[in-house]
């Protein structure tokens, strides 16, 4: 049955994950006494978003044959001339995301019945998941920037909620803090950004907005001579360098590692760190007015981009390997934003939320099968025990590093000829950062690869206890790792399924996307570009000759060799001489301690702005709180009310000799003071 874009259809979309996480939130946890049971449960919260996707599917569709949608469901609030509606706005660039978000949560949602089985809080979880979802496609389906905020704010609410699902661990509790906070630094700019476009334009809508970008781009910051746009827009992306973990708000990412797996798909693939590169695609039509702002993007990305991916080479935690690949990649979608390549950064989006949610879960299914160990130091030749989980990993894999015709090879080399063609200022680094990555990208990504799945079997020794970063250990005592004489062993169908379903967008969808979505009229108005003073999408277009000769044309381009140089490096050190890093290690020693401590960027925050604001909270605690507002007006008025009385009261003796007194001292003062103003008049 064909649905149509009405308003009931589209509510439909967000509300039935919602109605789903209440549903099980309520009724299956022991907020109401736990009414439901855990298949009762993970079908209702599968059921809500199985609706979603299935309803985004359709709007794709529907789309693509041309229906947009953008109008109010109802108005919060009027204030004065202000008015502030939520609404939905349905374009190629909304659609498309709705698809994925959707499709990835599903994956993840079938995936946590097999991955949490052994969970206490897993009704908990699968209401969590729920909720996140509804977040997210609030966020991707607004229409204004009221809408988009409440989504902003409430996927970073539940991510901190995710994060620290294990809430008995303090690890757990200081990184969904960290994610918390660091996250808030960026909405600090985001919000101000929202302010000065409201300011200068009397809406938050965004048709409202870009209507008057011409008159946003003649205003200047008052006070300043500094351009309204530029500001608003260095703004936004302030918010976006929170959200999608760029430098040097990165800091809460790796961190987040000590939620569940499946969150880490969810959260680190397709849905909350996409969101900073969705809104700047969004609001195209404001960034195109600013160089200065675009340059600011380019140079952010370029560095997380390259010297994350460094992070990547010396990680030993399966998932904090992915994690700064993740990161690594944000970088990339981030300097195709710069060069006004949104098409591109979006592409890249869409390919990479498939094969990074399958490296997630697949290294989810490594560790099931090592009895939730996650140091690689103590894996080795699972491919005989694992052998799906290693066809999985490998695909997405061979997709991360840009393999020919793999997706991430069609998104990834077209951000490295956006950036070869741009004249951005930075394009020169970003260029050079983008190369270099690419090397370094096979070399994390293979590593990986041959330390888990081949070379020599470390795992079944009497020191199994690793549970540093583990998933599962509510109890630092708690069993991880294979004991001697266990074997690893494949994870269930309701896991390794996904993985599949994963895997084959990973491998083919970058070839059937890249016309219509790159070179074709997909996106249409949804994404705006001043093609004539960024003219890189024009010029790719005239280059591109089919999906098939660009593939066949990177087996004569220095980035494919980059890549299998990075693979035969991987080789060398973790197949065929394994005693090389180390040699390395030691030989290196200084830059090893450098990305041991993540360029001391943690030890940073931690002297300078947690200490720092203790040190001054110290200050003003001490000194204004304690000393003049308490010491002073508070209890300065009330000690002086009190000396006031007490020498009032010893005139209240009761004697009457003593009021007799007082009433002759009160004549006398009356007839001197007559006596006086008889005086002064006289003469």
Sequence with gaps: MELTLTIPVLCAIPLAPLIGSMLVGFFGTGFLGKQLSRGACQTIAILGV??????????????????????????????????????????????????????????????????????????????????????????????????????????????????????????????????????????????????????????????????????????????????????????????????????????????????????????????????????????????????????????????????????????????????????????????????????????????????????????????????????????????????????????????????????????????????AASTIPGSGFALFAVMASVFVTALYSFRLYFYVFHGKERFGHDDHGHHAHDDHGHDDHAHHGLAPGQKPHESPLVVTIPLILLAIPSVIIGFYTIDPLLFGSFFGDSIFIDIAKHPVMKDLAQAFHGPVAMAMHAFSTPVLLLVVLGVLTAAIGYLWVPSLPAKVSEALAPIKKLLDHKYYLDELNQTVFAKGMLWFGGIFWHRGDEKIIDGFFVNGSAHMVGRFSGIVRRLQSGYLYHYAFAMILGVIALLTWVLYTYIYIAY
Aim: aromatic share 14%.
């Design 50 to 419: 199985t609706i979603a996707f299935v309803l985004s599917c359709n709007v794709l569709m529907q789309v693509m044959d041309g229906f947009y949608f953008n109008g109010s469901v109802y108005r919060w609030m009027q204030l004065g001339e202000f008015s502030f509606d939520i609404g939905f706005l349905i374009d190629p660039l909304s659609a498309v995301m709705m698809v994925v978000v959707t499709f990835v949560s599903l994956m993840v949602h079938i995936y946590t019945i097999g991955y949490m089985a052994e969970e206490e809080g897993y009704n908990r979880f699968f209401s969590y998941i729920s909720l996140f979802t509804f977040a997210m496609l609030m966020l991707v389906m607004s229409n204004n920037l009221l809408q988009l905020f409440f989504g902003w704010e409430a996927v970073g609410v539940v991510s901190y909620l995710l994060i620290g699902f294990y809430y008995e661990r303090q690890t757990a509790v200081f990184a969904n803090m960290k994610a918390f906070l660091v996250n808030r630094v960026g909405d600090f700019g985001f919000i101000l950004g929202i302010g000065l476009l409201l300011a200068g334009t009397g809406s938050m809508n965004y048709d409202a907005i870009f209507a008057q970008n011409t008159v946003l781009a003649a205003q200047t910051l008052p006070g300043t001579d500094w351009n309204l746009v530029t500001v608003a827009c260095i703004c936004l992306f302030i918010g976006a360098m929170g959200k999608s973990a760029q430098f040097p708000l990165h800091v809460w990412l790796p961190d987040s590692m000590e939620g569940p797996t499946p969150i880490s798909a969810l959260i680190h693939a397709a849905t909350m760190v996409t969101a900073g590169i969705f809104m700047v695609s969004r609001m195209s039509p404001l960034f195109e007015l600013s160089d200065v702002a675009l340059s600011f993007i380019l140079v952010i990305g370029s560095i997380t981009a390259l010297f994350m991916g460094f992070l990547g080479i010396v990680q030993t935690d399966i998932k904090r390997v992915v994690a700064y690949s993740t990161l690594s990649q944000l970088g990339f979608m981030t300097i195709a934003l710069g060069v006004s390549a949104y098409p591109i950064a979006i592409f890249h989006l869409m390919t990479h939320a498939f094969f990074k949610a399958l490296l997630f879960l697949g290294a989810g299914s490594v560790i099931l099968g090592m009895h939730h160990e996650q140091d690689m130091r103590k894996m080795g030749g699972l491919w005989k025990y694992m052998p799906v989980t290693c066809l999985m990993m490998l695909l997405g894999s061979l997709a991360l590093i840009g393999t020919p015709f793999f997706s991430g090879f069609y998104s990834k080399d077209s951000i490295i000829e956006a950036v």
